[in-house]
């Protein structure tokens, strides 16, 4: 008998000192698995950031092009390699 009073005792200071702390790890449980509504729209707004910003960096730059409008450009640079080139062998 003296051991089931220890026991308990001893689960409900542990139970206690869980929801009583709040330290970083049960808040994050908390905001992980509660499901309402507020922290499931700061979590897809955190993930949009995270992969949103890189990607907003990335295609900053110059504008992609299509692949005719690379080949068109090879084929000039192509024509004036060969023009300079044919020139300047006379």
Known sequence: M??????????????????AGGGFRSRMD???YSGEKKHVFAGI????????VPWYLMSR??????HQDYLERADKARSEHLS???SSSK
């Open 30 to 32: 908390h905001y992980l």
């Open 84 to 86: 300079s080139a044919s």
């Open 61 to 66: 730059g110059s504008k992609h092009q299509s």
């Open 2 to 19: 003296g051991n089931e009073t220890k026991s308990s005792s001893s689960t409900k200071g542990r139970v206690a000192a869980g929801t």
């Open 45 to 52: 707004v955190i993930i949009s950031a995270i992969f949103g």
